[in-house]
């Protein structure tokens, strides 16, 4: 009885064990195929829990996810001639798990090298046909587009999406870029002498505006002043004429006094006239009051 029971849990290992090994699980970020004796039996799963046979049927995993190949920088031609140092990278997903299996081995390694052949072809048509301006910047863009299309077309006879192509860098070797930079610092040179010439030019034409305006200025004031000392003279001259023809005497002496102040200021002042001059006529018949 004992016996009967130990065969009996020796079968129900067994059993397990092998309904075990003849189960698979796909996750979401896998595909995967089932091979018998090396052959592609079954590649479409979907996620989730699958059966195989046990010894006879073997599973392989490939990442799903999109995959980043980064090539190696690799020299390339204008239509100048020009040799230029480009530095890209492919991004690329698995479509078709049996093709891609059969055609690179399931390695992603040898996935991206064939992809970065086919780059290298796209990118060497396609700066043949422009200029350092035109890869650089003006047709950068639409080269990227020209080259995924057409990587993409070629990758799916491997089982492969293309996802996208992009450049990390384009440079130039040592020598070119010395010469390039050199160019670029005599335009650059060349526009900031222009410039500083555009700005003397201005300055001296603003300069000399400020000149005629200033001058233009100080004789309109000019002129506005003679033209009032002009009329402040004549009415001055009026007042007086008025003053004389009322009374001859008072004019009189007030000019003589305002002489008199004018010619007195300083106690230094000197003059020598004769006793009977007519500039002390107000003078004369003045007694000096007795000294106390």
């Keep these: ?15 397990l064990l092998i309904l075990m090994m003849s189960m698979f699980y796909v996750q979401e970020t896998e595909k995967a195929l089932k091979l018998q004796f090396g052959r592609v039996v079954k590649s479409d799963y979907t996620p989730g829990l699958h059966f195989k046979v046990p010894f006879l049927q073997t599973i392989r995993k490939f990442d799903a996810r999109i995959q980043s190949f980064d090539s190696n920088p690799q020299h390339f031609l204008t239509g100048e001639q020009k ?3 480009v530095d890209s990278f492919i991004k690329w997903r698995i479509t ?12 992603p390694i ?6 970065s052949e086919f780059i290298a072809d796209g990118l060497r048509s396609e700066f043949g046909k422009r200029t350092i301006q035109e890869v650089v910047s003006g047709d950068r863009a639409k080269i990227m587009d020209i080259i995924t299309a057409e990587a993409n077309r070629r990758g799916n006879e491997f089982g492969i999406e293309v996802v996208d192509v992009r450049i990390k860098q384009i440079n130039l070797p040592d020598d070119v870029s010395t010469s390039v930079y050199q160019r670029m ?5 060349q526009v900031a002498r222009e410039l500083r010439s555009r ?4 300055a001296t034409r603003i300069r000399a505006e400020a000149d005629r305006e200033n001058m233009e200025i ?25 003053a004389f023809s009322r009374n001859p005497d008072f004019y009189s002496f007030t000019r003589s006094l305002t002489a008199y102040r004018e010619t007195f200021k300083s106690k230094d002042d ?6 009977d001059s007519d500039f002390f006529k107000f003078f004369k018949g003045i007694e000096t009051a007795p000294a106390h």
């Design 1 to 15: 009885m004992l016996q009967n029971k130990m065969i009996l849990g020796a079968i129900s290992i067994v059993v």
């Design 83 to 85: 040799n230029l140092i």
């Design 96 to 107: 078709d798990t049996e093709t891609y299996f059969k055609s690179v081995g399931g390695n």
């Design 110 to 115: 040898n996935a991206g090298r064939r992809l």
């Design 185 to 189: 610092d005599a335009a650059r040179e």
């Design 199 to 202: 700005g003397e030019a201005a």
């Design 218 to 242: 100080i004789s309109k004031a000019e002129r506005d002043a003679e033209q009032i000392r002009g009329e402040g003279d004549a009415t001055a001259t009026e007042i007086y004429a008025n």
């Design 270 to 275: 000197i003059l020598l006239l004769e006793p």
